[in-house]
């Protein structure tokens, strides 16, 4: 969905990484932004804001409907760009039509996953199927990390299974939760699941420590750890925590989003449909739209024209910060520079640096087709950011690009495959053989 608003502001955003001990949830109220047109449906934009413009790499929650198309015209969003991210389409109900510069012709139903990266560029278009009586869903932005902003285009469609819960009901489409791991791959570690809550049920999930969530309301009063929640309100709680309690307190059923990552370090410049890291992109961004350049390509067999950029502000677009984390605690100023993961093969080990200093590290041997992971250290300085899960994910992923396979000796990387069996198909159990191996290799 594009970011239809005809003065969209300028956003730099960073994460701010609340104390892991901090229990408080925050609430955020949505603004409502009209998606143009003469019976303009109009959204309900949690995300950004001036309190909050991330959680994890999510940067932006759109919630609209229920929409009678009949009233309200539904959705039609001509083709316009996005650089620098990853939409996700998620309906309740209704169906739309996409299509993008990849060349892909999808529908985007309830319960479905359709993903697309922008990452350098790309367009697309969305529009409500002339069968759509009733229009209601999300759409969600992801933030690409500066080491994979200008990403190639890509689709992804799933169909996630339903996962029946003590009380309730999840479909996980992205990262792990109830013991289930979506298959599509994210750039950043990620968690995204619509849940269900029968009425007067708590239900309690089992969520990672090094991430920050987000609980969107769409239907239902959702006690959310003693914070209630109205429909369209976002509670927000900060890492630390291992648990997650959600309870219904209405008579009907609940229906809620759950979003998290690890809070996101870097700080990113949102402006329309585009996300850079300066002013000159976003300006680079728009020029090469206007012109119609080949960046986003040309999107195929929609019956009108694309979309116009608004006119940028009259002014340099300037990073405008979080607000500052609790002065108690061991966590990153808005100033502290976004960490990055670099392997060292003469040292056999990945390491994460924040501000040019080594925050941690992961080390391994090399066994054959086999890397054999046994230690992973973060610093006391930099625990709770999410540095840890970072940096194995990072790791990980070159693991497979290098064609290897993963050995957990490290009880942080086993804890972690068992979080996130993406990486099932290139694990190897821990034998005593190994071990035997990795001992003489040590000493």
């Not at 892991?20 to 449906?41: E, F, H, K, N, Q």
């Not at 013991?179 to 990672?208: H, K, N, Q, R, Y």
């Amino acid at each position: 969905m594009s970011n239809t608003e005809v003065r969209p502001a300028e956003l730099a955003c960073g994460a701010r990484a609340d104390s892991a001990s901090r229990p408080d949830i925050d609430v955020l109220t949505a603004r409502s932004v009209p998606l143009g047109g003469p019976r303009a449906m109009t959204v309900r934009r949690t995300l950004p804001q001036r309190a909050r413009t991330l959680i994890g790499a999510w940067c932006f929650a759109d919630h609209y409907g229920p929409d009678d198309v009949a009233e309200t015209g539904g959705m039609d969003v001509a083709p316009h760009p996005h650089t620098g991210l990853q939409t996700v389409s998620w309906l309740f109900t209704g169906e739309i039509e996409h299509r993008d510069s990849l060349g892909s012709h999808a529908f985007v139903r309830p319960g479905e996953l359709n993903l697309m990266t922008g990452g350098y560029g790309i367009s697309h278009s969305e529009v409500s199927t002339p069968g759509t009586t009733r229009l209601h869903g999300v759409q969600l932005w992801v933030a690409l990390p500066e080491r994979h902003r200008d990403a190639e285009r890509d689709f992804r469609h799933h169909v996630p299974d339903p996962v029946p819960l003590d009380g309730g009901e999840a479909r996980v489409f992205l990262g792990s939760l109830a013991g289930v791991t979506s298959p599509v791959p994210t750039f950043t570690p990620l968690l995204g699941a619509e849940l269900s809550v029968a009425p007067g049920a708590t239900v309690t999930l089992g969520i990672d420590p090094d991430f920050e969530h987000g609980v969107l309301v769409d239907a239902g009063d959702v006690r959310m750890e003693g914070t209630t929640l109205r429909p369209t309100e976002l509670g927000y709680a900060g890492p630390g925590q291992s648990t997650l309690t959600l309870t219904n307190e209405a008579s009907g059923p609940a229906r809620l989003m759950l979003l998290g990552g690890p809070p996101f370090p870097e700080e990113i410049v949102m402006w329309w449909n585009f996300i850079g890291r300066t002013h000159d992109d976003i300006v680079r961004a728009r020029e090469e739209w206007q012109n119609e350049s080949g960046r986003f390509g040309r999107v195929e067999g929609y019956d009108g024209h694309r979309l116009p950029a608004p006119a940028l502000p009259n002014a340099i677009i300037s990073p405008r910060k979080n607000p500052a984390p609790p002065a108690e605690g061991n966590t990153m100023t808005d100033q502290t520079a976004a960490p990055t993961v670099r392997h060292v093969p003469a040292e056999h080990r990945y390491e994460i640096q924040v501000d040019g200093g080594i925050a941690g590290f992961t080390a391994y041997r090399d066994r054959g087709d086999q890397r054999v992971f046994y230690h992973t250290k973060i610093d006391e300085a930099f625990s709770g950011q999410g540095l840890a899960s970072r940096l194995v994910h990072d790791a990980l992923n070159d693991v497979r690009a290098a064609r290897k396979r993963i050995v957990p000796v490290c009880p942080y990387v086993k804890k972690y495959l068992e979080k996130h069996d993406g990486f099932a198909d290139i694990s190897d159990p821990v034998t005593p053989e190994v071990l035997q191996w990795l001992d003489g290799e040590l000493h």
